[in-house]
């Protein structure tokens, strides 16, 4: 599928498991940029974010079936965590070392997303 969105989609949204880290995400951007030869520059990439900040609620963690004590442990892609500004750092490293450009937060995480917004705004 991967492969497939790399050579025709405008955005390659990745649906990846909860405790996801960078590496693991890495290994599925490489598959993307092989497949997508010239057109990658020309992607954009997008991962989810489900968790912004240091808690992880228990529905959720249940909904997604992990542990939150788990997710907090894994530096998992899904769960940003920190002060804005390190938050803000992680999805710019994101950006320069993956590509990814494209985050999504649920509506829940509005308020405290916001701040990071401020920070990106520019950048």
């Given at each position: 599928m991967l492969r497939l969105a790399a050579r025709r989609a405008d955005t390659v949204a990745f649906g990846v498991p909860p405790l996801t880290g960078d590496a693991q995400l890495a290994e599925l951007v490489a598959i993307v940029r092989e497949a997508a030869g010239e057109r990658f520059d020309d992607l954009e990439l997008c991962a989810q974010v489900h968790v912004v900040g240091d808690e992880v609620p228990e529905a959720l963690a249940r909904q997604m079936g992990v542990d939150p004590a788990e997710m907090a442990a894994a530096d998992a892609i899904a769960k940003l965590s920190g002060t804005p500004r390190a938050m803000a750092d992680?999805?710019?490293?994101?950006?320069?070392?993956?590509?990814?450009?494209?985050?999504?937060?649920?509506?829940?995480?509005?308020?405290?997303?916001?701040?990071?917004?401020?920070?990106?705004?520019?950048?």
């Open positions: 992680t999805l710019t490293r994101r950006r320069d070392e993956l590509g990814v450009s494209y985050v999504s937060v649920p509506a829940e995480y509005m308020e405290e997303f916001a701040s990071v917004v401020e920070l990106l705004a520019g950048r």
